[in-house]
Nanobody, 123 residues
Framework: VQLQAFGGGLVQAGGSLRLSCVASGRTFSTYGMGWFRQAPGKERQFVAAISGSGTATYYLVSVKGRFTISRDDAKNTVYLQMNNLKPEDTAVYYC?????????????????WGQGTQVTVSS
C-alpha cells in the first residue's frame, strides 16, 4: 500500500483545512486509517483514526469537536477536516494504514505511512 497525503498549507488561527490521503491497492476498505502529526522537536502524535468499516472513529482529546476523519472507499481516500485551527496544530501531518482494527491510536499498529504534509497555523 502506498499513501500520498496532500492538502496542507498556511492558514490563520480559526481557519480550516482539509487533508486528503489517497491509497493505492484494492484492499483499502480493509485497513484502519489514521492521521498523526509531528511538530519540530516533538514525538509523532496520534490525531485521529477510523476503522476499516468506517463505523468507529477516534480522536486526540484536543482536536475532538474541531477535526473530523472520514473515508471514501470508492476513492481509496481518507480525509481529515480541520476546523477552528490553532497555532498548536502546526505540524507535519502523516496518514497511515493499519491491518489491525484495534488500538488505532497507537503508532506501532500501523503498517504503511505516507509522506507528510505541512500544516502551519499563524496566530
Amino acid at each position: 500500500v502506498q499513501l500520498q497525503a496532500f492538502g496542507g498549507g498556511l492558514v490563520q488561527a480559526g481557519g480550516s483545512l482539509r487533508l486528503s490521503c489517497v491509497a493505492s491497492g484494492r484492499t483499502f476498505s480493509t485497513y484502519g486509517m489514521g492521521w498523526f502529526r509531528q511538530a519540530p522537536g516533538k514525538e509523532r502524535q496520534f490525531v485521529a483514526a477510523i476503522s476499516g468499516s468506517g463505523t468507529a472513529t477516534y480522536y486526540l482529546v484536543s482536536v475532538k469537536g474541531r477535526f473530523t476523519i472520514s473515508r471514501d472507499d470508492a476513492k481509496n481516500t481518507v480525509y481529515l477536516q480541520m476546523n477552528n485551527l490553532k497555532p498548536e496544530d502546526t505540524a507535519v501531518y502523516y496518514c497511515a494504514a493499519a491491518r489491525a482494527q484495534n488500538a488505532l491510536a497507537t503508532t506501532a499498529q500501523y503498517d504503511y505511512w505516507g509522506q507528510g504534509t505541512q500544516v502551519t497555523v499563524s496566530s
